[in-house]
């Protein structure tokens, strides 16, 4: 057989050493760097990647000094004494066969601490603390601690390091006049505010030697006013080469900027253009990014030219063997990364230790094991959801022999409805994957089949184990059962017609995703990277500084009204890095959002209700959908229980309070690795 995606698989020479694909996996900060206790669990984490067959990994950001942090007391690279601890890291990886570089990450005024500082002392939006303004003194010092890290990295067995000069961290804010006002040498003209980037690649070389890796990661596209304009990029580009980086990255958008970029709902290599056009100004290699997931995807980028090389971070938290598969030929049996954000980046900013929605032993690699099982058992798994289709695949892995019951005719349940919301397409990936899993483990799956509690009694299993869901709340008001009354699964799953003028009763994850449903039309941005560009403002003519021009929605579909009893923020529970999105792609849809109310009935006119005892009020509507949450789907247990069935409750059937894929999934592994 000839080599599957051969672009991807081909070796990169650098001159001084050779890359063994084009594939590098990007920086993510997964909580592991930050204590010295944490090394073992990130060794393996990174030593299982590196098995999985990715050439260069890339670590999460390490700060050069404390004014650099991202959180007090986080990963840091500045002493001697840190060196050790990195070197289980850089053993383990090249033990598997990886190349490894460390990120030094300033943080600038992302810094969640009060010891932060930038060009000058201007608070980002969406960060409490204020900078302190850096002295012309302090940058020189800055500098030299950027090339000590790099010292101490290759002194800790790293084949090289990135230095981190996008999304909107220190580097970046000196580059541009939104963030730099300063009047000395590092400010005022574009030479001198990218002085800054140049001496510290040109700091770096000359600490390292030439035979180590400097990557160097360069915002392409800042995505917010005022930022870089492409001649800039440009220059900089050049001029980051001429200080002798070996390798130039990719960075897409600051944080702070108002672009989703790395979001489910953005289209597969939404951003590799970008890194197409910097190839004809630099002859080092650069490196596409973002929204890569798929081998054939980040095979075609090559291809095309528009890269050398191939940044896919969350992929490799999804599935730790990615590349394997694809030299393998078998993308099909690839776990995905869906961009939902829900267990990486949304820990990450919670504080957490990141792992992956649909891999819940990422980050967890030294806890979360599945051993072969030494007492095979017969066990029925009821309901084909996250939770039942995790719990049976690696309940099977394991050696037992699993029935899985569904009385739908397809794998998935709820995720068989998420994926029809435009922007989440990806969600059937994960029904694919699990498609294969099932054959592949030997799962015996058996659709359109409602099992009963007597026909899993006369079977004789050994145990049961309950994935059957939820099932949505019915409202207690009057007219409930009015004809315009309809639930999300009428409208998503039935697709029974709805009219012009809607009333969403209920405001949470469900509401929102029936909101996006109902008010777009025709394509999906999420699959049509022009038209994702038209809706959120970006240029791709890149007319304007930063890339920023301004959106044209396309006009909504119907007019939607989402109402919700409490008075806080709508849309409180979504996710911390994902929220912000789907609050503003309603808005774009003119979505009106009424909270605080107390729902009085439903009838002819439509949906009537009053806010905080005030005056009577009424959507006028064709329909009101209800998507008032779930209720627990748990009908089997009690008979189960009574014949003497050890049975256990998993996802949904175990608790609908708090109920996502994310909990579902992880329940399936726990379990199925404990029986
Ligand atoms: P379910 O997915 O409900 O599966 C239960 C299965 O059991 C069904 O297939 C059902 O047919 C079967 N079943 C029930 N009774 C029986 C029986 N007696 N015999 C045989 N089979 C039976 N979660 C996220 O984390 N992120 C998201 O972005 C997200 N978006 C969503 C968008 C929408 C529109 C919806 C509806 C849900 C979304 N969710 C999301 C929620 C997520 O899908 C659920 O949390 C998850 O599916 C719950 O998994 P589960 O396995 O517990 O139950
Ligand atoms: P949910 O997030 O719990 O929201 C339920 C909504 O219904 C709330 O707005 C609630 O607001 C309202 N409600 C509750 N009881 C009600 C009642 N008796 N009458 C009227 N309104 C009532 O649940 P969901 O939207 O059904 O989502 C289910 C799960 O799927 C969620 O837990 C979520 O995590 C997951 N999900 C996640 C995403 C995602 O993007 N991450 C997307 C979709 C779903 P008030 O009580 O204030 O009225
Ligand atoms: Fe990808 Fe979601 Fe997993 Fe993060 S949690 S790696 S976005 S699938």
């Not at 990994?57 to 004014?67: K, L, Q």
């Not at 006002?181 to 001496?199: A, H, Y």
């Not at 892995?397 to 922007?423: C, M, W, Y």
């Amino acid at each position: 057989m000839s080599q599957p995606y051969k672009h991807l698989f081909e070796p990169l020479d650098l001159g001084f050493t050779t890359l063994k694909n084009r594939a590098l996996m990007g920086s993510m900060h997964t909580g592991l760097e930050d204590k010295a206790k944490d090394f073992p669990k990130l060794a393996a984490y990174f030593a299982e990647r590196a098995r999985g067959g990715v050439g260069l990994i890339v670590t999460g950001g390490f700060a050069p000094n404390i004014e650099g942090w991202l959180s007090p007391f986080g990963s840091k690279m500045s002493k001697k004494s840190d060196v050790k601890r990195h070197l289980q890291v850089t053993k383990a990886v090249h033990h598997e066969g990886a190349k490894i570089c460390l990120q030094i990450l300033h943080a600038g005024r992302y810094g969640y601490s009060p010891l932060c500082v930038s060009a000058s002392n201007i608070k980002s939006p969406i960060s409490p603390f204020k900078p302190r303004a850096l002295s012309t003194k302090g940058v020189y010092r800055t500098i030299n601690d950027y090339a000590n890290s790099a010292s101490l990295a290759q002194q800790a067995g790293y084949d090289g390091v990135e230095i981190m000069g996008s999304e909107g961290y220190f580097i970046n804010q000196f580059l541009v006049t939104h963030t730099n006002k300063r009047t000395d040498e590092w400010g005022g003209s574009f030479e001198n505010r990218m002085r800054l980037p140049v001496e510290i690649v040109q700091a770096v070389r000359r600490e390292v030697g030439p035979n180590f890796i400097i990557i160097y990661r360069l915002s392409m596209i800042d995505l917010i006013e005022q930022g870089s304009s492409w001649d800039e990029v440009v220059q900089l580009g050049k001029a980051i080469e001429a200080a002798g980086a070996t390798i130039i990255n990719t960075g897409i958008g600051w944080h702070e900027a108002r672009v989703p970029t790395i979001a489910t709902s953005v289209p597969r290599a939404a951003f590799s253009w970008v890194t197409g056009r910097i190839q004809d100004h630099v002859s080092i290699p650069v490196v596409a990014t973002n929204r890569i997931n798929d081998p054939a995807v980040a095979n075609d980028i090559i291809e095309r030219g528009e890269a050398d090389m191939v940044s896919m971070a969350r992929p490799f938290l999804a599935d730790s063997d990615f590349m394997n598969k694809a030299a393998a030929g078998k993308p099909e049996s690839i776990n995905t990364c869906i961009g939902c954000n829900q267990a990486c980046l949304d820990h990450t900013f919670g504080g957490k230790r990141s792992t992956c929605l649909v891999n819940p032993r990422a980050c967890y690699e030294t806890e979360l094991n599945f051993s072969p099982t030494n007492n095979s058992k017969k066990i029925a798994v009821v309901g084909s959801g996250p939770a039942g289709l995790s719990a049976a695949t690696v309940l099977a892995e394991r050696g037992h022999t699993v029935d899985l019951f569904d009385k739908a005719s397809e794998i998935g349940g709820q995720f068989n409805i998420a994926k029809k919301i435009p922007g989440k397409e990806e969600f059937y990936q994960t029904l694919r994957y699990y498609d294969n899993k099932i054959k592949e483990t030997g799962v015996n799956l058996r659709l359109n089949e409602g099992v009963n509690a007597t026909a899993l009694i006369s079977a004789a299993y050994d145990e049961v184990v309950l994935a059957t869901g939820i099932t949505p709340r019915k409202l207690e008001l009057e007219g409930a059962d009015h004809p315009k009354v309809l639930s999300y699964i009428d409208v998503i799953k039935e697709q029974k017609p709805v009219g012009q003028n809607v009333a969403i009763i209920g405001a949470g994850g469900i509401g929102f995703d029936l909101a996006e449903f109902l008010t777009h039309q025709g394509v999906s941005p999420s699959l049509d990277i022009e038209l994702f560009n038209k809706e959120w403002g970006v240029d791709s003519e890149y007319q304007n500084r930063g890339a920023y021009g301004y959106a044209e929605p396309e006009a909504p579909a119907r007019q939607v009204t989402m109402l919700q009893r409490k008075d806080g923020k709508m849309g409180a529970g979504l996710g911390k890095t994902t929220g912000w999105i789907h609050r503003a792609s309603l808005k774009m849809k003119n979505v009106q959002m009424v909270r605080g109310v107390e729902y009085t009935k439903i009838d002819d006119l439509g949906l009537h209700f009053t806010i905080q005892g005030g005056e009577p009020q009424v959507i006028e509507c064709d329909h009101v959908v209800v998507c008032a949450g779930q209720l627990s789907r748990r009908d089997l247990l009690d008979d189960l229980q009574g014949a003497g069935i050890t049975t256990h409750l998993i996802g949904g059937s175990k608790l609908a309070g708090e109920l996502d894929a994310k909990r579902a999934i992880r329940e399936g592994f726990e379990l199925g690795a404990s029986l």
